[in-house]
């Protein structure tokens, strides 16, 4: 086994460097199902497993590459497990009512995948991927919870679970690392975000590694933002293997890339790596409140260490009249707008298709629209409508602004449109501002960046501990710029990034 660990700093196109070992090991006469291309995301190993299939075309995408995707389904598809077998949406609401508490579900990127929220299966979760029993765990937190009620909460589930013989999503891993003999032979094998593993799925990458002949071990320390949700960057940096830098960042500019060094030369335990920056000099503002930034032209990403943190920002921005998204969503509804801009696309004469109809007779005024026609009862799903056919053959009985007609979307709402609207910006189409916590913007990029350079209490007394994954934070942050970085000062010397 031939180990190579691979140091991609920020913008320095690491994943294009893997795909580039698949494309060459293919080139090489390597079968595809002895190449191994594990990611985090569902979306980046089927990602790899298509560029590979554009210079390879006689590969099949379905059946060729069955070792391209996440450790998790890896585990899913070694051990046989069906989906039957799994906690579902309906097996977490049970649970919760058997154990009187109250769990989000959502569902994951994986078919057999079940997001689940809650403080104390989230902390009961930590502990396993760790590797550390609950006692120990609960020790070295800071959770809120009393022993008896976090060892109720455990002991039930596990119950649960055993009861019913079902599986969650961490039971997948602690089982494969028991079954190592289920796991592939490789000839080659790729892990992408390597700084990101944590303990349990170390386990389960040094198993496929024992069974494989050369290892690529790929990610950057320095952007080990994840160690509070069990993220095990030691491992990566003590493994021993060759060691291989890229060296040239396509992404930070300059002044930024300085910037950066002085906080990234602060962390203690790190892989030393030099890069270098773009040569576009960039540049670097600082601000004493987030009001004195013009964030009204060009592409924003807006970052703050916690997401209460965006709060203030999120209603001086909509204040201003700007589209914006936050948590993955519009300031505006798709639904809204769809409605706004089809509306006024039918007095200026135009046709509409009948989704855009049904949106629009969603948040019309009941008395615009006659009685018995607002369900649009007879209307065709492949037709296109005009206002006159509207008004002839759907009740329709106004033609009037829509602010005016579309009375249902709500004042506030009218009023931020309106807003938009006088300021001359497009609702449609590309967001140009986006709001996220840096932890959700790792590997997202933007051409200006604006910092939020407070930090929760928690975050703030996290610099006293382990200063290293503080100084993470806000190196990530600083690196997502492509050409400006502005940051905002803190309100509180103690309780903001260290600049």
Known sequence: MKIEKIFGPPGSGKTTFLLDIVDLELAN??????????SFTKKASTEARDRAIIKFPDLNRDTDFPWFRTLHSLAYRCLGVRSQDMMSPMDYKSFAVEAGIEIGIDNGEEDFMVKVDNPILNEINIARIKGLDLRTHYNQSAMQIEWFHFEYVERAYRHYKDSHDLMDFTDLLERVVESVELLPRLEVLIIDEAQDLSRLQWAVVM??????????????????VYT???ADVKSFLNLTGKITILEQSYRVPAKVHA??????????ERQPKTWNPRQEEGSVQYYNDFTHVDITAGDWLILAATNYLLTDMHSWIKSQGLLFERHGQRSISESILSAVTGWESLRRGNPVLFTTVKAIYKYLDSSFVKHGFKGLKGASEDQFYTMATLVEKHGLLTDDIWHKALTKIGEERRDYIIAMLRRGMKITGKIPIKLSTIHGAKGGEADKVLLLSDLSTRFAKEYERNSDDI????????????????IVLPKNQQKGFHL
Do not use: C, M
């Open 29 to 38: 006469g390597v079968s595809p199902q002895k190449i191994g291309y594990f």
């Open 207 to 224: 198993a496929l590694a024992d069974r494989s002949d050369r290892v690529f071990l790929a990610g950057d320390d320095d952007q080990a």
């Open 228 to 230: 509070w949700a069990g």
């Open 259 to 268: 910037l950066a060094n002085t906080v990234v030369n602060r962390i203690r």
């Open 471 to 486: 100084n993470r934070l806000l190196y990530v942050g600083i690196t997502r710029a492509k050409q400006e970085l502005h």
